[in-house]
């Protein structure tokens, strides 16, 4: 198990180490330099963050990232090394005055509101809105999408493979060696752990972040033996003290009547194995828990059990065994089957508790498969298809600008897709009598809340121009304002409790969203005023005349 997780300070430094501010794209310093130099750089703006489809054809995503948002924006500041480099990258017709405001920059004019993380999100619903000075909200574009874009998708990831296994069925994330590089690893570990997984072995996210650490043995460790003369020390003592038994010729006994019980023949019995087995059991005899297939599933069972009744002689309690090859449940209903009839024969309850894990290439497919066929899996470990989302590599965050000076700002596009809704905003969430989300509502920030009994008129984002009528049982305001005058406002919560808001927010929505495979699409609607503010930037756009105007 892993420590508690490290103080914020500790995770601030690392947000500052992995995001410096020159982790963006160079147009972002072009464009704040054509803003100085135009003195427009301190024209007050309006930025929202938010993604256009929901992921994995699925009817919803969770929010995640929020939290090194917050670090990131408060100890933004470039350094004299970065605006050195910023003189290298950008033309020599650059004025040096642009240098020293670069310098003197940070994000004490900015405001960030947000939804909070953890929360259920929808496609095209604003998950963040930044507000501050345009030259300096333009620069944070980047970041932010880099530290949300992955971070929420491989959440939602994490949540699709909870609600394929179950509630009961312990999750362990094992992807650090798959990830697209160590930050990759670091931040799977961290958020698919919020997002439903029990355990990691990632040693640095159990550091960082509190998780559960969990792992015992490879394949190449047991391929490392070859005898039982490598056995050293051969030796071990009781749980409850006392002088070391030789075990190597009490595990050969145990093997021997396990043969007889189950009817084996010796010869399948590997020599190496069982001395990979029996030298992990005299070092960690707490925690004994073997991968059972580097030869064969049934040769690893006998060596196993011999090891195990060993332990149990000595007092101690083996864990269990992992499976990583072949057909995972046929294998572990012939396991169990063997465990319990050692248990009675023996008379030994320890084998009773002892679990099975599997570990092969597991998919949401796979794991959903699990629950359709006779199994006795009691934890599941993923790894490259959890941490690399290989059903949609990317959630597609955009960070568009939607005010400026206090004006309403749309990109009106031939694709509608990738048209904005202009204007500040409030954001709520509509929930019926039975305590489900049914609707979100974008509306003016001038405008008055909607009211739970009370009924109203908007608009659905994707139905035409026809409004609908609806009552909310519940009103919730999703947005809050999480970031002011260059400090966090609201409580940085740990990844504990991040991880218990996703299992809440997820709890309140609907089967009929949730469901895995053509769930039903979850609502989003304008208000009557911003739906009419929509139509008439649209209307205004296709009638400029300026080159006419005096």
Known sequence: MAAPGRTTGTTERSVRDRVPPLLTDLYQFTMAYAYWRAGRNQEPAVFELFFRDNPFGGGFSLFAGLQDCLLFLRGFRFTDQDVEFLRSVLP??????????????????????SVPEG????????????????????????????????????????????????????????????????????TASRYTHIG?????????????????????????????????????????????????????????????????????????????????FSSYAIAYPQNFLPVIDSYSVGGGLLNFCAVALMLCDLGYRPVGVRLDSGDLCRQSVEVRRVFRLCGE?????????????????????????????????????????????????????????VEVRGRPRMKIS??????????????????????????????????????????LSCYPLGAGHSPVSVTPAQVICLRQEVFSKGQVTNPLFSTAETRAKVQSSLQTLHPRHKRLHEPDPYTVALSEKLHSLVSELQKGSSRSNFLLAN
Not at 137 to 153: D, F, G, H, I
Not at 204 to 220: D, E, N, R
């Open 92 to 113: 020599a017709t650059t004025d040096p005055a642009f240098f020293q405001y670069l310098l003197d920059l940070d994000c004490s004019a900015v405001t960030l509101r």
């Open 119 to 186: 929360s259920v999100a929808f496609a095209r619903v604003p998950l963040m809105e930044v507000e501050g000075p345009l030259a300096v909200v333009q620069l944070l574009e980047t970041s932010l999408l880099c530290l949300v874009n992955y971070a929420s998708l491989v959440c939602s990831n994490a949540a699709r493979f909870r609600l394929a296994a179950g509630p009961d069925r312990k999750l362990l994330e094992m992807g650090l060696r798959r990830a697209q590089g160590p930050d990759g690893g670091l």
């Open 196 to 276: 439903g997984f029990d355990l990691t072995s990632n040693v640095q996210a159990g550091f960082l972040f509190g998780i559960p650490v969990v792992g015992t043995m490879a394949h190449s460790y047991v391929t490392s033996f070859t005898s039982l003369e490598e056995v050293w020390p051969q030796t071990l003592a009781p749980a409850s003290g006392g002088d070391p038994v030789q075990v190597v010729s009490v595990i050969k006994g145990w093997l021997i009547q396990v043969c007889e019980l189950l009817g084996a023949e010796p010869s399948r019995i590997h020599e190496g194995e069982l001395a990979a």
């Open 345 to 401: 024969h023996f008379s030994v309850s320890a084998f009773g508790s002892l679990i099975i894990v599997g570990t092969s290439n597991i998919s949401e497919q796979s794991m959903a498969e699990l629950n359709k066929k006779e199994n006795e899996i009691d934890a599941v470990g993923v790894g490259t298809h959890l941490v690399t989302c290989t059903k949609q590599p990317s959630l597609g965050c955009v960070y568009k600008l």
């Open 414 to 455: 031939e694709d509608p897709e990738k048209s904005t809704v202009p204007g500040r905003k409030a954001v709520y969430r509509l929930v019926d009598s039975e305590g489900h989300p049914f609707l979100d509502l974008l509306s003016l920030k001038v405008e008055p809340s909607p009211e739970a009994g009370r009924p």
